[in-house]
């Protein structure tokens, strides 16, 4: 079983950044493929970044390709995602996942099989 808690999300004006922190315990994020995705009101959640177990690659929505990077750090066991030039339509709740989707899935919320609470990302314009 593998517990994912977010945390680094708050209110930030157009034009700023936000860094997202993903804290896992019970098993190590080396071993997943490791994802974040969105949900804005009365919206489905969205796929946003993920670095893929094994070989660590990097996949993104086309919505935030350029302005975020999403990053290990296998010492702390976390998994980060930093976004820079938010825009208003990057309000929502971010969550972590982890889990081993084929490539073809990666970008599927369904082909992941833990996830994080969310955290709040506000951003005005």
């Known amino acids: 079983q593998v517990q994912l808690v977010e945390s680094g999300g708050g209110l930030v004006q157009a034009g700023g950044s936000l860094a997202l922190s993903c804290a896992a315990s019970?098993?190590?994020?080396?071993?997943?493929?490791m994802g974040w995705f969105r949900q804005a009101p009365g919206k489905e959640r969205e796929f946003v970044a993920a670095s893929r177990y094994p070989g660590g690659h990097t996949y993104y929505g086309d919505s935030v390709k350029g302005r975020f990077t999403i990053s290990r750090d296998n010492a702390k066991n976390t998994v980060s995602l930093q976004m820079n030039s938010l825009k208003p339509e990057d309000t929502g709740i971010y969550y972590c996942?982890?889990?081993?989707?084929?490539?073809?899935?990666?970008?599927?919320?369904?082909?992941?099989?833990?996830w994080g609470q969310g955290t709040q990302v506000a951003v005005s314009s």
């Open positions: 019970g098993s190590t994020v080396t071993t997943y493929t």
């Open positions: 996942a982890s889990g081993r989707p084929i490539l073809s899935e990666i970008r599927s919320s369904r082909a992941y099989y833990y």
